[in-house]
């Protein structure tokens, strides 16, 4: 699929927020799963909407997630996501799936929706048992409403270590009819996608069928959500969910649409701007690292050596210690599996050059020091070898990382 990443087919929207296209609907509130902080949300579409999913790869797989792939592979269509954070509901055995199925009639009764449109998400504490009273009490307490305060309230819901919230929504047009589309996901730590620990939930109210939307999302998925990391580990609980409830009144989307550029770039925009601010608020990170690889004999071994090298815990080191050490770059790049041919890597920190076709080149140390105290450290490698390009972003490895992930549970 070639199409033409030109921003000036879309709009970035101030109002950043989930419900921002039609007919879509949320609410947060704290229920008592957590000590004090919001727990408990829900996403509401008027009408059942068009719905596609992407999972967590990891063998063992909470129950909430395997309840939401029901509704997205054999319902196809979505109404309502039911999600708390707090307890992920995972390795809770035969009592975890009843949890979720509990969760799921309770939100269906709540809203008079058929059960089978409802998905439910969980993320927190891994192994232990859901507290279903204040889920129960949370569930009948949630009024879902199109304003921005509620919108707040949901992404505040869906955090765990997360530091900020994280939002997105822009405009494109598509038959000469504005369509939306909107971006909250939650995701700090546990991050190694395919996917990571992480929930992505984003709206649309474009007319597309489930089917083309679950194609799409797979594809734009490994060019996001799959290009980040945060420590390597992937979670059980991982879930990217796109809902489209064609409330924008377009003739349906498919490849063969005039406007699907349109429609494809914008949700590509969504999906990206949410993998990077996970990425950014890493636990206890400080910098966002961007990879960026060309040269490579293929597109897949250029994004395998972009992700191996933000995920590399020596390059991610030293770039906290804000240490100008390219060795640790071509090491992750010589380790990742792909094809190089160490004489033609030319590598570069901040458009700085410091090794070209295999050769060291003189830098000034103060000048990369500087690069490396921004918020923002951006590594490219050209291989030499082929057209492949490829990106994937990270973090920097800090000691708040560690002390965070020693104390989860307490």
């Not at 035969?94 to 809203?111: F, I, N, P």
């Not at 009948?140 to 994280?166: G, R, W, Y």
């Not at 997105?168 to 190694?192: L, P, R």
């Amino acid at each position: 699929m070639t199409l033409i990443a030109s921003a000036s087919i879309m709009k970035k929207l101030s109002s950043k927020n989930i419900v921002s296209p039609k007919g879509f609907k949320a609410a947060g509130l704290h229920c008592g799963l957590k000590h004090k902080k919001k727990d408990l949300a829900v996403l509401v579409s008027e009408v059942p909407a068009s719905v596609a999913g992407v999972f967590t790869t990891n063998a063992v797989q909470a129950a909430p997630l395997k309840v939401t792939q029901e509704v997205v592979y054999t319902t196809k269509k979505m109404q309502a996501m039911i999600v708390n954070s707090g307890n992920a509901n995972a390795c809770t055995g035969k009592q975890g799936a009843k949890d979720a199925q509990t969760m799921q009639a309770l939100m269906a009764e709540k809203l008079g929706i058929e059960v089978n449109l409802v998905g439910v998400c969980s993320t927190g504490v891994i192994g232990e048992i859901m507290n279903m009273v204040p889920v129960a009490y949370g569930i009948n307490q949630l009024e879902p409403k199109d304003s921005l305060e509620s919108a707040i309230d949901f992404a505040q819901a869906i955090m765990t270590t997360d530091t900020v919230m994280k939002n997105t929504s822009y405009s494109t047009i598509i038959d000469g009819n504005e369509v939306i589309i909107a971006g909250v996901a939650k995701g700090s730590g546990m991050i190694e996608p395919n996917m990571a620990t992480m929930l992505g939930f984003i709206t649309t109210d474009a007319h597309i069928e489930s089917d083309v939307l679950q194609a799409t999302l797979s594809d734009i998925t490994n060019l996001t959500f799959n290009a980040i990391t945060v420590d390597g580990d992937t979670s059980t609980n991982d879930t990217v969910v796109v809902m489209a409830n064609g409330l924008a009144g377009n003739e349906a989307l498919t490849p063969n649409h005039p406007d699907w550029q349109n429609f494809y770039y914008t949700l590509k925009t969504v999906a990206q701007d949410l993998a990077k601010m996970i990425a950014k608020d890493g636990e206890g990170a400080t910098k966002l690292i961007e990879a960026e690889v060309e040269g490579a004999i293929s597109d897949e071994e250029a994004r395998k050596i972009a992700k191996t090298v933000v995920g590399s815990p020596l390059v991610k080191t030293a770039v906290f210690g804000c240490d100008a050490n390219w060795g640790r770059i071509i090491a992750a790049v010589g380790y990742s599996g792909a094809t190089v041919d160490p004489e033609r890597i030319t590598i570069q920190i901040g458009g700085v050059t410091m090794v070209e076709n295999g050769e060291p080149v003189p830098f000034s140390e103060d000048e990369l020091i500087r690069i490396l105290k921004m918020h923002e450290v951006k590594i490219y490698v050209s291989l030499g070898i082929g057209d492949g390009k490829g990106h994937a972003w990270g973090c920097d490895l800090t000691y708040d990382y560690v002390q965070i992930n020693a104390s989860y549970r307490s």
